[in-house]
């Protein structure tokens, strides 16, 4: 009587490992160069964090509420860290572990002329050595 024997041959599992040592080797870059797509989003996500208070803000102004933000000068002062941080929930930029966000002067934007203007600021994110920067529109108050 013959014994049958089932299952796979020692070529046969050493040929399914080499394949699968070969995608993982082309998927793990993929996956290594996330930090820095993480990092765009963040940057781009507080960016708009800012633009949208500025609009509320100015909304606000627009219908007389007082307590609004002052947002008006030049753009290095419109741009200000300390005038930027006030547009967002707690008066500051996001404190996340590694990443510190802070305000930039675009260097073509010309800053408030009048209540209702629009200028530019930028928003930059810096972790470790990769920098990431962002563009956010501010409606000026005054």
Do not use: R
């Amino acid at each position: 009587m013959k014994s049958l024997q089932k299952g796979f041959t020692l070529i046969e599992l050493i040929v399914v490992i080499v394949i699968l040592g070969i995608l993982a080797a082309v998927a793990l870059p993929k996956f290594v160069d996330l930090t820095n797509e993480a990092l765009t989003a963040s940057v781009q996500g507080v960016a708009g964090a800012v633009a949208s208070g500025s609009a509320i803000n100015y909304g606000a102004f627009a219908a007389g509420k007082s307590g609004t933000v002052a947002i008006a000068g030049t753009n290095a002062v419109v741009c200000a860290p300390a005038v930027l941080s006030q547009l967002l929930t707690g008066n500051a930029f996001p404190a996340t572990g590694s990443v510190t966000y802070t305000a930039i002067p675009v260097p073509a934007a010309t800053g408030c002329t009048g209540a209702g203007t629009v200028t530019s600021c930028g928003v930059q994110g810096t972790k470790g050595t990769t920098v990431v920067s962002a563009t956010a529109t501010i409606v000026c108050t005054g």
